[in-house]
């Protein structure tokens, strides 16, 4: 047990201390339900293929909690399988291409039509879902997705929604590392909306520091993100369907979306050293 207190305070320097803190907890429960998932691994490490992969941490870097919840779910998994996590990035290959060729156990990723990936691949719905949000000063003149039209939009980068922006509405998008620099530029006037997933700005527009940004517009596009794993594997989709019950039934997305939240709003506080305009 001593690593599983090592690999603990690895987490709370690699995420912040509130998803760390999370991720301990799942961590400590997680070993007594590990399953063996054996198509998943590969000599021991769980590789799990990721739209985008956040780069490494850097010694002396600012903490930054990443865009979404992905490469939280996939050290999750990992956890309860008590095994190495290696991500890897599809790079516009399809699910069904990173599996047959070996390259992943198990692809993450957003689904919108689970009846259009090849058939030799099965799609376990995470319970998890977001799509593309706007949020803006409460005195905003934007009102509609179509007026971002030559307005400044920021984003952060591996985003799923950086470029969408520029090729529909004409808007002209400036991209950052992570949210907390998005949102920060936001907060200071850089730009005139930030775009991020709706399940992370739905909770932070209620926090109260962040009133005086929470016009937003509707949500575009929600997908649900969803395991793919090989369809022949069917200890390996056993597996991950139980997993799934069991986020559903411990409100792991919720308390994990609160936590990356709080993170990030953590974040641009830490960073913030120009008053708010009023």
């Known amino acids: ?117 090849a058939a030799s691949v099965a799609v376990i719905p995470t319970g998890y879902a977001a799509g593309a949000m706007a949020i803006m000063r409460s005195d905003t003149d934007i009102k509609q997705w179509r007026q971002l039209q030559g307005r400044t939009v920021c984003l952060a980068q591996g985003g799923r929604y950086v470029g969408q922006m520029a090729a529909k509405y004409g808007a002209i998008e400036k991209i950052y590392p992570a949210p907390a620099d998005s949102l920060l530029t936001l907060r200071i006037g850089g730009c005139d909306a930030a775009v991020h997933d709706s399940a992370m700005l739905t909770e932070l527009i209620k926090l109260p520091e962040w009133k005086k940004f929470s016009a937003r517009l509707p949500v575009q596009a929600l997908t649900p993100l969803a395991f793919v794993v090989a369809s022949r594997d069917g200890e390996s989709v056993g597996y991950l369907k139980r997993v799934v019950k069991d986020w559903a039934k411990s409100d792991y997305f919720q308390k994990t979306i609160k936590a990356a939240v709080n993170d990030i709003a953590f974040e641009v506080y830490l960073d913030q050293t120009v008053t708010d305009c009023h």
Not at 69 to 83: I, K, N, P, S, Y
Not at 88 to 113: H, M, N, Q, Y
């Open 1 to 117: 047990m001593k690593f599983l207190s090592v690999f603990c305070d690895i987490e709370k320097t690699r995420y912040g201390f509130a998803i760390g803190a999370l991720a301990c907890a799942g961590l400590w429960v997680g070993a007594a339900h590990a399953g063996p998932g054996p198509r998943l691994l590969a000599e021991g490490k769980l590789t799990v293929g990721l739209e985008y992969v956040v780069p490494a941490f850097v010694a002396g870097a600012k903490v930054r909690t990443p865009e979404g919840v992905d490469t939280m779910v996939a050290d999750e998994l990992g956890r309860r399988l008590l095994a190495a996590v290696q991500t890897t990035a599809l790079d516009g290959a399809g699910p069904g291409r990173l599996l047959d060729e070996g390259r992943a156990g198990v692809v993450l990723a957003p689904i919108a039509d689970a009846n259009a990936v």
